[in-house]
T-cell receptor
Framework: EDQVTQSPEALRLQEGESSSLNCSYT??????LFWYRQDPGKGPEFLFT???AGEEKEKERLKATLTKKESFLHITAPKPEDSATYLC?????????????FGSGTRLSIRP | DGGITQSPKYLFRKEGQNVTLSCEQN?????MYWYRQDPGQGLRLIYY???????QKGDIAEGYSVSREKKESFPLTVTSAQKNPTAFYLC????????????FGQGTRLTVV
């Protein structure tokens, strides 16, 4: 069964304390892996797409990496405004109706 | 500015009542989606549409209905058959079939009273 698991569920960091969020997946035929940021009471905001193992993408303090089994979202020297829930999603299969499966998210809190 | 507009932001439904959530996009995207988000769970797909006048059931379509009469609009009706409708509903769009949902609306929080 296709599955996406994010860990930890919640993470509290001090401002400037770097860390990583994990997204592990079990799907047949990975087409793409996506990271989103979601603020409380708002819709998700798209961050990155990764297509193949070894690929990396960066945006400000965030860097996403991908292996054959998992993806990491590394956050370097975070600031309080980076506090949000980070969602991972995987697209499996190559048909026009390929499924997108979301993880349950990691709630990140950065203390000043 | 291009984007997705969902309305209303908050909605209260009485038992046995049908309610309709609005979703409008001005991104000229072909594909539109409705997701449901519950605490501690990932987004779950209710319905999606890849083209006008066509839509497909997602993983949890029971108790919901949609229409796609215009490219810009994809309203979701939560019917009285949906026994646990209290949730956060998100509309999304993407350029076309097989692409990932790139833009989301700000959501509608539905509560049964």
């Amino acid at each position: 069964e296709d599955q996406v698991t994010q860990s930890p569920e919640a993470l509290r960091l001090q401002e400037g304390e770097s860390s990583s969020l994990n997204c592990s997946y079990t799907v047949s035929g990975l087409r793409g892996l996506f990271w989103y940021r979601q603020d409380p009471g708002k819709g998700p905001e798209f961050l990155f797409t990764l297509y193949s193992a070894g690929e990396e993408k960066e945006k400000e303090r965030l860097k996403a990496t991908l292996t054959k089994k998992e993806s990491f979202l590394h956050i370097t020297a975070p600031k309080p405004e980076d506090s949000a829930t980070y969602l991972c999603a995987v697209q499996a299969g190559y048909s026009s109706a390929s499924k997108i499966i979301f993880g349950s998210g990691t709630r990140l809190s950065i203390r000043p | 500015d291009g984007g997705i507009t969902q309305s209303p932001k908050y909605l209260f439904r009485k038992e046995g009542q049908n309610v309709t959530l609005s979703c409008e996009q001005n991104l000229n995207h072909d594909a539109m989606y409705w997701y449901r988000q519950d605490p501690g769970q990932g987004l779950r797909l209710i319905y999606y549409s890849q083209i006008v006048n066509d839509f497909q059931k997602g993983d949890i379509a029971e108790g919901y209905s949609v229409s796609r009469e215009k490219k810009e609009s994809f309203p979701l009706t939560v019917t009285s058959a949906q026994k646990n409708p209290t949730a956060f509903y998100l509309c999304a769009s993407s350029m076309g079939a097989g692409t990932h949902p790139a833009f989301f609306g700000q959501g509608t929080r539905l509560t049964v009273v």
